[in-house]
């Protein structure tokens, strides 16, 4: 069997080197030795990289990504959680194709100004009505230095 070093399944699978070792400390996948200073790598991990990758585009957490995999290395998968995180993407393809038709529509709209347009109106009343989803900056506490 023809082991992969870090470099090798870095290039392979166009994951950074920093991002295989992060991966390797929460157990996503595992090296198996050392050739020198760099890791080795069973070929088998480029397969378990692309379920890395998919599961991520997907948008499971690393943790949900982690427990798919057994201790074997096998992979076992949550149905009901694959279901769910399917209608969660239908609902957000719904949305941005909404969004991306409104701004098509406004984009050639022949009214004067957009917001003469009873269209691009409906979509500002629609982002006014819904809470942002976006994630609010973390606030830091700065620590007071003890004299």
């Known amino acids: 069997m023809q082991l992969l070093d870090i470099a090798e399944v870095a290039k392979r699978s166009s994951i950074p080197a920093s991002t295989l070792r992060f991966y390797e400390e929460k157990g996503l996948i595992g090296s198996i030795g050392r050739r020198g200073l760099k890791r080795l790598f069973e070929p088998v991990v480029l397969e378990r990289l692309a379920l890395i990758s998919i599961g991520r585009s997907a948008g499971f957490s690393l943790d949900e990504i982690g427990r798919m995999f057994t201790a074997d290395g096998e992979v ?13 993407l239908d609902i957000t393809i719904k949305r941005l194709t909404a969004l991306r038709d409104g701004l098509q529509h406004a984009a050639r709209c022949p009214a004067p100004s957009h917001m003469e347009c009873p269209t691009f109106r409906a979509i500002v009343k629609r982002a006014m009505d819904r ?8 606030r830091f506490v700065q620590a007071k230095h003890l004299i």
């Open 76 to 88: 076992q998968v949550d149905r009901d959680l694959l279901a769910s995180k399917a209608i969660r």
């Open 131 to 138: 809470p942002s989803r976006r994630p609010q900056p973390k």
